[in-house]
């Protein structure tokens, strides 16, 4: 296979990671609008890839339940225009889904094949687009992640270290479950899924739905607790963290309160299990402290 990787999504966490760790051709607004479908043809016209990773996406959980239309245009409509045309030109694709299209019901970590119903309006508009991508043909990979967050950008582990700057005391939601995910781990388990294909070619056994999280599991209160802790080895003081109930949080968008992911699958057919959530965080702030500090 001949031809760059193609990667959408601007300057997202996931396609800042994978530029880094690839020198991939990126692309976003406005070149690359799923607003505008006219753009998606010419990007792909012009750009020639050999596979595209769609990290392109509208992720505002809670505003989304407001501005569905523009969801669903980034979510559902422009993923599944994209695969259309990846699957006209027989270009492998791989498409970034999310955690939340589970309601959390579930007393153990999901599975792929485990029944999907969406709480809110940025998981149904995620789901819409699995189905979109799907349905077009294409030779697509669809990679459900969760709880992402990078070094840089805004994300859950930057805020929580720019507010223990000038905080005593946060409260953060203690029951709902999931799997901290570091775009740039993500990123070298998307680069390991490709230098597959590169190496055998497509074969049927890669398509399809896959989970691909950091691995082992905490709540959002164990990941906060576990940024300050490391982010006094840099020299930031103690902040105490104190556990509430989602209840007492209220949000617009209802989150699932297990998100866990069963990444089996994806071990089992690509040879590839992202780090332990717990190594990614070390890893990760001593990143920040060194490049980008809160």
């Known amino acids: 296979m001949t031809g760059p990787i193609l990667v959408t999504g601007g300057s997202g966490q996931l396609a800042s990671a994978l530029a880094a760790a ?28 050999r596979l595209v990773v769609n990290a392109a996406a509208y992720t505002a959980v809670d505003a989304a ?3 569905a239309e523009a969801a669903y ?18 270009i492998p694709l791989i498409h970034i889904s999310t955690d939340y299209v589970f309601d959390g019901s579930k007393a153990t970590p999901y599975v792929e094949l485990d029944p999907v119903a969406p709480q809110g309006v940025y998981g149904a508009s995620k ?11 294409a030779k697509s990979i669809i990679l459900r992640t969760a709880w992402l967050y990078a070094a840089t950008g805004r994300n859950f582990v930057r805020t929580m270290l720019a507010l223990g700057k000038t905080r005593d005391r946060l409260t953060v ?36 739905i896959f989970h691909a999280a950091g691995g082992g599991e905490t709540t959002w209160f164990g990941l906060a607790v576990a940024t300050v802790a490391e982010s006094t080895r ?3 003081k103690v902040t105490d963290i ?11 968008a209802k989150r699932p309160a297990n998100s866990r992911l069963d990444c089996t699958r994806l071990d089992d057919i ?25």
């Open 65 to 67: 339940e407001t501005d």
């Open 234 to 236: 840099h020299g930031a």
């Open 173 to 208: 939601v203690g029951d709902q479950h999931g799997c901290p995910t570091t775009a740039a781990d993500l990123a070298a388990a998307i680069l390991a899924i490709i230098g597959r294909i590169d190496q055998t070619g497509w074969d049927p056994a890669y398509g399809g």
């Open 22 to 49: 690839s020198g991939c051709l990126r692309i976003g607004r406005p070149a690359f609008d799923f607003d505008r479908p006219e753009t998606i043809e010419t990007a792909l016209r012009s750009a020639a890839p």
């Open 270 to 294: 690509f040879g590839v299990r992202l780090p332990h959530w717990r190594e990614a965080l070390t890893r990760t702030i001593a990143t920040i402290y060194a490049t980008a500090p809160p």
């Open 73 to 90: 245009r980034a979510n559902a409509e422009g993923p599944g225009v994209l695969a259309r045309l990846c699957a006209a030109a027989d």
């Open 242 to 252: 104190v556990p509430i109930a989602t209840a007492d949080w209220p949000t617009p």
């Open 127 to 137: 789901l819409a687009g699995e189905a979109a991508v799907s349905a077009a043909g």
